[in-house]
């Protein structure tokens, strides 16, 4: 196994542990602000796991701030009964960038549980894909997963299903390019080296509902 691999591998495994304590702490309740919970679970994770460095800002996204994808920075929303909630933290653990991003249904409206149970499993299906085929260009993948929303009656949230992921700082190891992102602009074969580096993979899925009222998202490395 390449040694970046495994090293990102463990610091994904080690979000995944923040975002099993999300849970366990019950942290995603309603009357509270999307940056009242960034902050707590930014202190859930020193208190538990020693994090204090994060290679991108912290993302709460709740109701109709859900929507908008990484670039946007909406007014900080409260998040209410019957709310949709997504969380994306991108943690740096042993000098490597983990990034994780899930969704959370407060209640129980069947098209906000619909849609976020069709962004998981659309990550799946996307990366049983990748994982299928030899060569495979950023926009091979990326037209495959706008298909993939709308197959489920949504709309793709991002100009953008994917990114590159490694030591920190992967922004200063890698040319900022569209041929470093899964996009519609990139032609090149996500499996090979660009300006003879390795390429690791984070997936993103990114759906919002045809109304343009809520989206759900769910984001892990790539493998």
């Not at 929303?77 to 909630?85: A, G, K, L, M």
């Not at 976020?116 to 495959?144: N, Q, V």
Request: charged residues 30%; contains cysteine.
């Amino acid at each position: 196994m390449n040694d970046k691999i495994k090293y990102l591998k463990e610091a994904q495994e080690k979000a995944e542990v923040l975002f099993s304590l999300i849970d366990e702490k019950q942290l995603i309740k309603a009357n509270k602000t999307e940056k009242q919970l960034s902050e707590e679970i930014y202190q859930l994770a020193k208190e538990f796991l020693g994090i204090s460095k994060f290679w991108h800002k912290k993302i709460v996204r709740a109701g109709i701030n859900s929507v908008l994808p990484y670039d946007f920075n909406p007014k900080n929303s409260f998040i209410q009964e019957d709310d949709i909630v997504w969380v994306d933290f991108g943690p740096i653990f042993n000098s490597y960038e983990a990034d994780l991003g899930r969704t959370y249904v407060l209640g129980n409206d069947p098209e906000k549980v619909k849609i976020k149970e069709a962004t998981e499993i659309t990550w799946h299906e996307t990366r049983d894909y990748y994982i299928s085929k030899e060569k495979i260009s950023g926009k091979e993948l990326f037209e495959f997963v706008t298909e993939k929303a709308l197959e489920n009656g949504f709309l793709f949230g991002n100009d953008i299903a994917g990114h590159l992921i490694d030591q920190f700082s992967h922004n200063k190891l890698h040319k900022k390019t569209p041929l470093n992102y899964i996009c519609s602009d990139n032609y090149t074969d996500l499996k090979n080296q660009y300006e003879g580096k390795d390429r690791f993979w984070v997936l993103e899925i990114h759906f919002i509902n045809k109304e343009k009222t809520y989206g759900s998202f769910f984001e892990q490395l790539l493998i």
